[in-house]
T-cell receptor
């Protein structure tokens, strides 16, 4: 089955800096790659996603890049703010109707 | 995106008892997914529930321990049976969105077994 590796497990940045989280996946059939933000005590919230026919997608301060050949994708957060502090999970899925396989998560701390 | 109502939000249960968690979706969905999130950990898929057929369980999860019902396209239950303290976790249901694959989650059930 699909195996998703996520790095780093913890990340601390100063407010205004950029943060990058990287994930690799094993199943070449995977074609959908979402990123979730989970604040303490809350459900995971989808923040951005990308499909295999796209190399990069951006939404304001958040961007995701995908390299299908190398089987890795990354989350980029620019101009970080303290409210960006949370646990971020990457995930992969092979097709509609299939469950997401999650990475182990990255705990991001943005210090003022 | 779909809106999921999950309950209970939390419960404290005695070991050896069972708890049934319910998820109601505001639209019809083919698949519903049940995840477990142990403290400080990632989400692990328990099973996939398809209406009209038995749920498909992932390695390490069995129907006797985690029976699932899927009576229609908007509702599903997960039962945690014969609970032990090791079952203390957050349990979440999830569905795939109607457009563009976006998956959403219920608010979660925080289970503590004592």
């Amino acid at each position: 089955g699909e195996n998703v590796e996520q790095h780093p497990s913890t990340l601390s940045v100063q407010e205004g800096d950029s943060a990058v989280i990287k994930c690799t996946y094993s199943d070449s059939a995977s074609n959908y790659f979402p990123w979730y933000k989970q604040e303490l005590g809350k459900r995971p919230q989808l923040i951005i996603d990308i499909r295999s026919n796209v190399g990069e997608k951006k939404d304001q301060r958040i961007a995701v890049t995908l390299n299908k050949t190398a089987k890795h994708f990354s989350l980029h957060i620019t101009e970080t703010q303290p409210e960006d502090s949370a646990v971020y999970f990457c995930a992969a899925s092979s097709d509609s109707g299939y469950a997401l396989n999650f990475g182990k998560g990255t705990s991001l701390l943005v210090t003022p | 995106s779909a809106v999921i109502s999950q309950k209970p939000s939390r419960d404290i249960c005695q070991r050896g008892t069972s708890l049934t968690i319910q998820c109601q979706v505001d639209s019809q969905v083919t698949m519903m997914f049940w995840y477990r999130q142990q403290p400080g950990q990632s989400l692990t898929l328990i099973a996939t529930a398809n209406q009209g057929s038995e749920a498909t369980y992932e390695s390490g999860f069995v129907i006797d321990k985690f029976p699932i019902s899927r009576p229609n396209l908007t509702f599903s239950t997960l039962t945690v049976s014969n609970m032990s303290p090791e079952d203390s976790s957050i349990y979440l249901c999830s569905v795939e969105g109607q457009e563009n694959y976006g998956y959403t989650f219920g608010s979660g059930t925080r289970l503590t077994v004592v």
